[in-house]
């Protein structure tokens, strides 16, 4: 154990403002339970007021009922331009140019120049250009050179934009040799083989084309967007780096299984012995949960872990996963967002990567069936030491026969370890029915708590400020790898207060479609106190910064 140095930044305050909304006012008996709790927690819509327009488009208009439409888009929070300030970056989405074709549209990069502005450098970055139908975004600085790079998913390939430092970025799918036309949706980065360099994941969906394109519907409703069902499924594929800028697919190197239908992954050391697990979300079949084995080779063993199916040895529909402790035993657990008649799955880890289905015992199968959960984050939203749920819900079929094509958000609180669902005024962005896709978390504002980014299809993206009222402390920590990867990619935190440990992950990929900052955010109550922090590297080394901790403070920590 080694006692590094760390340095830090004050935050800056951001005052309250009001944008306009306008989406479908929710019934009162639509999405609701009689278990639903008005909530203390206070988000306000700020997305007009600080110059953020953007509208993910999937191409519904044509009227082609593909699976296609079906995905969404996601969105990223970065500092692309190092400037100290979070930015924004949505994939576009595509159109149905003609009987046999797509047109992708371009991806919108917003700069963040203030407290209370944001600016298009879509065209300026160079980044709007769009060559595929786009789904999500990923960014790590795959290079160590400091600056982050981003990945755009979708159908027919990917783009791959490395960033130059002067507020530019190049495609360099063909040079960096990560070159993939097969249909990917969500992606991680992760050192996998223990070298310091960050490798890729892409999951695969399904085998649509227009050659294979079956009409659905019933009797009702002759035509409607097909089922994953009626389709068969794609292989992920992963790359490892070449250490130089450059690399080269290890997907049968690293052992992965066929046939996915692959939504959702994230990646994070989940039996806990030094090296990353990769977690994928399936549409319809098994989940995946691949376990390193040491050097990039992992062996796929979701069954025997628990987090294949749910309760009832049943494959779910899963779309969004993410790592976090949650009941605050220092074992980091898994959360799904599912389809409609599969309840949300939270999986608890009893130990060494073993999981037990927790969804019903923590209060979560409350929620109900009828909500389609996509974009989803662990976070403490209220700041008082536990990490609660979000959830972005919409349907993908035009005319579903239990609930609505759009849904209203979930926030789960936490509350020793059970969740309550938090009630909404239906004015307000979360008491209203949305499209809801992709979900990035992060504190835009420099205020000290988590805001929230939408990615909503054909529909307005939104961003929520955090206004809810907490005397609690918080701190973030922003690592920077030497000996890891630069991004941290991997890392747990473990938080020392005076009234227990708190423990913080840093994973790759997470959400849906979507990228959070790999910044760790840690409140506690007014009476806590914050002592020191322990950091368990990705290479193996253990770190403790034992400094006073100030509230309110932005620690950059230094391998």
């Given at each position: 154990?080694?006692?590094?140095?760390?340095?830090?930044?004050?935050?800056?305050?951001?005052?309250?403002?009001?944008?306009?909304?306008?989406?479908?006012?929710?019934?009162?008996?639509v999405?609701?339970?009689?278990?639903?709790?008005?909530?203390?927690?206070?988000?306000?819509?700020?997305?007009?007021?600080l110059?953020?327009?953007?509208?993910?488009?999937?191409?519904?208009?044509?009227?082609?009922?593909?699976?296609?439409?079906?995905?969404?888009?996601?969105v990223?929070?970065?500092?692309?331009?190092?400037?100290?300030?979070?930015?924004?970056?949505?994939?576009?989405?595509?159109?149905?140019s003609?009987?046999?074709q797509l047109?992708?549209?371009?991806?919108?990069?917003f700069?963040?120049?203030?407290?209370?502005?944001?600016?298009?450098?879509?065209?300026?970055?160079?980044?709007?250009?769009?060559?595929?139908?786009?789904?999500?975004?990923?960014v790590?600085?795959?290079?160590?050179?400091?600056?982050?790079d981003?990945?755009?998913?979708?159908?027919?390939?990917?783009?791959?934009?490395?960033?130059?430092?002067?507020?530019?970025?190049?495609?360099?799918?063909?040079?960096?040799?990560?070159?993939?036309?097969?249909?990917?949706?969500?992606?991680?980065?992760?050192?996998?083989?223990?070298?310091?360099?960050?490798?890729?994941?892409?999951?695969?969906?399904?085998?649509?084309?227009?050659?294979?394109?079956p009409?659905?519907?019933?009797?009702?409703?002759?035509?409607?967007?097909?089922?994953p069902?009626?389709?068969?499924?794609?292989?992920?594929?992963?790359?490892?780096?070449?250490?130089?800028?450059?690399?080269?697919?290890?997907?049968?190197?690293?052992?992965?299984?066929?046939?996915?239908?692959?939504?959702?992954?994230?990646?994070?050391?989940?039996?806990?012995?030094?090296?990353?697990?990769?977690?994928?979300?399936?549409?319809?079949?098994?989940?995946?949960?691949?376990?390193?084995?040491?050097?990039?080779?992992?062996?796929?063993a979701?069954?025997?872990?628990?987090?294949?199916?749910?309760?009832?040895?049943?494959?779910?529909?899963?779309?969004?996963?993410?790592?976090?402790?949650?009941?605050?035993?220092?074992?980091?657990?898994?959360?799904v967002?599912?389809?409609?008649?599969?309840?949300?799955?939270?999986?608890?880890?009893?130990?060494?990567?073993?999981?037990?289905?927790a969804?019903?015992?923590?209060?979560?199968?409350?929620?109900?069936?009828?909500?389609?959960?996509?974009?989803?984050?662990?976070?403490?939203?209220?700041?008082?030491?536990?990490?609660?749920?979000?959830?972005?819900?919409?349907?993908?079929?035009?005319?579903?026969?239990?609930?609505?094509?759009?849904?209203?958000?979930?926030?789960?609180?936490?509350?020793?370890?059970r969740?309550?669902?938090?009630?909404?005024?239906?004015?307000?962005?979360?008491?209203?029915?949305h499209?809801?896709?992709?979900?990035?978390?992060?504190?835009?504002?420099?205020?000290?708590?988590?805001?929230?980014?939408?990615?909503?299809c054909?529909?307005?993206?939104?961003?929520?400020?955090?206004?809810?009222?907490?005397?609690?402390?918080?701190?973030?920590?922003?690592?920077?790898?030497?000996?890891?990867?630069?991004?941290?990619?991997g890392?747990?935190?473990?938080?020392?207060?005076?009234?227990?440990?708190?423990?913080?992950?840093?994973?790759?990929?997470?959400?849906?479609?979507?990228?959070?900052?790999?910044?760790?955010?840690?409140?506690?109550?007014?009476?806590?106190?914050?002592e020191?922090?322990?950091?368990?590297?990705?290479?193996?080394?253990?770190?403790?910064?034992?400094?006073?901790?100030?509230?309110g403070?932005?620690?950059?920590?230094?391998?």
């Amino acid at each position: 154990m080694s006692l590094r140095f760390c340095f830090c930044f004050v935050w800056l305050c951001l005052s309250a403002g009001c944008g306009s909304q306008s989406p479908v006012q929710p019934p009162s008996s639509v999405n609701q339970t009689e278990d639903d709790s008005p909530s203390h927690m206070r988000f306000v819509d700020r997305t007009e007021e600080l110059g953020i327009e953007f509208v993910y488009q999937n191409g519904e208009a044509a009227n082609k009922y593909t699976i296609l439409e079906s995905i969404g888009g996601g969105v990223a929070i970065c500092d692309y331009d190092l400037n100290g300030l979070d930015d924004l970056l949505f994939p576009g989405g595509g159109l149905f140019s003609s009987e046999n074709q797509l047109s992708g549209l371009p991806t919108a990069l917003f700069s963040q120049v203030s407290s209370d502005q944001f600016v298009n450098q879509s065209l300026n970055s160079g980044i709007a250009a769009a060559r595929y139908y786009s789904h999500g975004c990923s960014v790590a600085d795959y290079d160590n050179d400091g600056f982050p790079d981003v990945v755009i998913t979708g159908y027919g390939g990917i783009l791959v934009w490395h960033n130059l430092g002067d507020g530019t970025f190049e495609e360099v799918s063909e040079q960096s040799g990560l070159i993939d036309p097969s249909w990917s949706t969500s992606a991680g980065w992760g050192d996998l083989n223990g070298d310091g360099a960050l490798d890729l994941y892409l999951t695969h969906y399904v085998d649509w084309s227009f050659k294979n394109d079956p009409l659905c519907g019933d009797a009702a409703k002759p035509q409607d967007v097909c089922p994953p069902r009626r389709f068969k499924g794609l292989d992920d594929r992963v790359f490892f780096s070449n250490g130089d800028g450059t690399f080269h697919d290890a997907t049968k190197e690293a052992g992965l299984v066929s046939a996915g239908k692959g939504l959702g992954v994230v990646l994070g050391d989940l039996d806990e012995d030094l090296d990353l697990d990769i977690y994928v979300g399936n549409d319809t079949t098994d989940n995946f949960l691949y376990l390193n084995q040491g050097q990039g080779n992992f062996q796929e063993a979701a069954l025997v872990r628990g987090v294949a199916v749910d309760d009832e040895a049943v494959a779910n529909g899963s779309m969004g996963v993410d790592i976090g402790d949650y009941n605050g035993d220092g074992q980091p657990d898994l959360w799904v967002a599912n389809y409609e008649a599969d309840r949300f799955a939270l999986y608890k880890n009893i130990g060494s990567g073993q999981f037990l289905y927790a969804s019903r015992e923590t209060g979560v199968g409350t929620i109900g069936k009828l909500f389609v959960g996509f974009g989803t984050k662990f976070g403490d939203y209220d700041s008082d030491g536990d990490e609660d749920i979000i959830v972005s819900n919409g349907h993908v079929i035009r005319y579903p026969k239990h609930t609505t094509v759009r849904q209203l958000p979930l926030l789960l609180e936490n509350r020793g370890g059970r969740f309550q669902r938090l009630t909404f005024d239906e004015k307000s962005y979360l008491g209203m029915l949305h499209h809801g896709r992709g979900l990035a978390t992060g504190d835009l504002d420099q205020d000290g708590d988590l805001d929230l980014v939408f990615a909503n299809c054909n529909e307005r993206a939104t961003i929520l400020d955090n206004q809810t009222e907490t005397d609690s402390k918080s701190i973030q920590v922003r690592l920077i790898g030497t000996k890891s990867n630069r991004d941290g990619i991997g890392a747990r935190l473990v938080f020392h207060t005076s009234q227990g440990d708190i423990s913080r992950y840093v994973t790759g990929g997470g959400s849906y479609l979507s990228q959070n900052r790999y910044l760790v955010h840690c409140a506690l109550p007014s009476d806590a106190k914050m002592e020191a922090f322990t950091v368990y590297w990705p290479s193996g080394k253990r770190d403790v910064c034992d400094k006073p901790l100030a509230n309110g403070l932005l620690y950059n920590y230094v391998e």
